[in-house]
T-cell receptor, first 119, second 113 residues
Framework: GAGVSQSPRYKVAKRGQDVALRCDPI?????LFWYQQALGQGPEFLTY????????KSGLPSDRFFAERPEGSVSTLKIQRTQQEDSAVYLC?????????????????FGPGTRLTVL | AQKITQTQPGMFVQEKEAVTLDCTYD???????LFWYKQPSSGEMIFLIY??????QNATEGRYSLNFQKARKSANLVISASQLGDSAMYFC??????????FGAGTQVVVTP
């Protein structure tokens, strides 16, 4: 079946521009996650959705970052007034289960990422 | 807070040999999961294997096995019979509260003929 898809795969923005990154999770997956991966490092958590509800946005680095998932499927990560330090790969992941229980082992499946370069 | 440590920034391994990638973690939780992902140069994170903290047996998935030592808080990945296509970055991760993953810094594996 189809995996997680992200678009665009590559985005070049001039400093100060706004960008929007799209994520299409696996059909039926309740949970959706955004991560930021700087060059040579592991992914860092940004935000988490359960259906359309954004339950955790503790990883968003500034108020220039905004994410939404209005119908509980496709999600968009928006970055306003981009800065050079925003250059990174933005990864989206989805998992089947909600996080209602304290612990439920649930694999996250990742998309190919969007490589954002801010000039 | 959970912490994941991968101490090997890079490794070379010959084709058909086995390689062990180290991962240690620090958590006070009783229930947690440990995950390994592969990230080739194309950038996609590919799920390899999972180990639950209450699983008594080490997880295996084809050529991948996880050497889980709970008392030592280590979850090393063993890749047997390495192939050229195994060349990639490998990340260890654990699920912190409410499902978000925390990743280690990764280990770059290069398989040579």
């Amino acid at each position: 079946g189809a995996g997680v898809s992200q678009s665009p795969r590559y985005k070049v923005a001039k400093r100060g521009q706004d960008v929007a990154l799209r994520c299409d999770p696996i059909s039926g997956h309740v949970s959706l996650f955004w991560y930021q991966q700087a060059l040579g490092q592991g992914p860092e958590f940004l935000t988490y959705f359960q259906n359309e509800a954004q339950l955790d946005k503790s990883g968003l680095p500034s108020d220039r970052f905004f994410a939404e998932r209005p119908e509980g499927s496709v999600s968009t990560l928006k970055i306003q007034r981009t800065q050079q330090e925003d250059s990174a790969v933005y990864l989206c992941a989805s998992s089947l289960a909600p996080r209602g229980r304290r612990y439920f082992p649930d694999t996250q499946y990742f998309g190919p990422g969007t490589r954002l370069t801010v000039l | 807070a959970q912490k994941i440590t991968q101490t090997q920034p890079g490794m070379f391994v010959q084709e058909k040999e086995a390689v062990t990638l180290d991962c240690t973690y620090d958590t006070s939780d009783q229930s947690y999961g440990l995950f390994w992902y592969k990230q080739p140069s194309s950038g996609e994170m590919i799920f390899l294997i999972y180990q639950g903290s209450y699983d008594e047996q080490n997880a295996t998935e084809g050529r991948y096995s996880l050497n889980f030592q709970k008392a030592r808080k280590s979850a090393n990945l063993v890749i047997s019979a390495s192939q050229l296509g195994d060349s990639a970055m490998y990340f260890c991760a654990t699920d912190v509260s409410w499902g978000k993953f925390q990743f280690g810094a990764g280990t770059q594996v290069v398989v040579t003929p």
